[in-house]
């Protein structure tokens, strides 16, 4: 049974930052992709970030750009997420994902494709 857990969620002043992480249980990322997701009250899951274990590519979408990292610590077995310049608008419950069930192009963007979720973690951001 896998599981992961999201971790290094709060509340933070606007231009803060934190650093969340995904831990993964019952097996090693290896070369999965891993992403991260937000969810906003009454909005849609959205796509932050990915990172593809088979090439070590990253993916941003465009809020994401320069100020989020995505990162892989191998002997933890850790997914982080370092977040930087945060706004209000960042606010949301942040979810991380493994596993592509279909892998094409672009595949990492979607929801849908991801088998294994976590519970999320809390991210608020006040101005």
């Known amino acids: 049974q896998v599981q992961l857990v999201e971790s290094g969620g709060g509340l933070v002043q606007s231009g803060g930052s934190l650093r969340l992480a995904c831990t993964a249980s019952?097996?090693?990322?290896?070369?999965?992709?891993v992403g991260w997701f937000r969810q906003a009250p009454g909005q849609e899951r959205d796509f932050v970030t990915a990172?593809?274990?088979?090439?070590?590519?990253?993916y941003y979408e465009d809020f994401a750009k320069g100020r989020f990292t995505i990162s892989r610590d191998i002997a933890k077995n850790t997914v982080y997420l370092q977040m930087n310049s945060l706004k209000p608008e960042d606010t949301a419950v942040y979810y991380c994902?493994?596993?592509?069930?279909?892998?094409?192009?672009?595949?990492?963007?979607?929801?849908?494709?991801?088998?294994?979720w976590g519970q999320g973690t809390q991210v608020t951001v006040s101005s």
């Open positions: 994902a493994a596993d592509l069930i279909l892998d094409y192009v672009g595949s990492y963007y979607y929801p849908r494709n991801y088998r294994y």
């Open positions: 990172f593809r274990g088979s090439d070590e590519n990253t």
């Open positions: 019952g097996r090693t990322f290896g070369t999965s992709t």
